[in-house]
């Protein structure tokens, strides 16, 4: 399996930006994906999830109400819509994907198999 994700930019504070994640192979409906971020000196941390087929999905608090993840399997796609950027948003951000991952292990970088490249997200104040 392999994750390219796109999308990264630069926006001022209160914009918005769309990343995709194009996930490559076969079984796309059985993997739940989820997207985290990484800014410079911190730890990577959740952002939000989906889980298989298309069915619930998750938030960090940070984000809940102005990210929205989706996943098209007709498209082996998973995006995150991004409103109401705020400077602490700046990152990088990485698309993940496992097929074994269970509800408790959503939110932990650590249980992800499957890593995307990463794309810049810079908001400006």
């Known amino acids: 399996v392999q994750l390219q994700a796109s999308g990264g930019g630069l926006v001022q504070a209160g914009g918005s930006l769309r990343l995709s994640c194009v996930v490559s192979?076969?079984?796309?409906?059985?993997?739940?994906l989820a997207w985290f971020r990484q800014a410079p000196g911190k730890e990577r941390e959740f952002v939000a999830g989906?889980?298989?087929?298309?069915?619930?999905?998750y938030y960090a608090d940070s984000v809940k109400g102005r990210f929205t993840i989706t996943r098209d399997n007709a498209k082996n796609t998973v995006n995150l819509q991004m409103n109401s950027l705020k400077a602490e948003d700046t990152a990088y951000y990485y698309c993940?994907?496992?097929?074994?991952?269970?509800?408790?292990?959503?939110?932990?970088?650590?249980?992800?198999?499957?890593w995307g490249q990463g794309t810049q997200v810079t908001v400006s104040s």
């Open positions: 993940a994907a496992d097929r074994s991952i269970i509800y408790s292990e959503y939110t932990n970088a650590g249980s992800y198999d499957h």
């Open positions: 192979g076969s079984t796309f409906s059985s993997y739940v």
């Open positions: 989906v889980a298989r087929r298309g069915g619930n999905t």
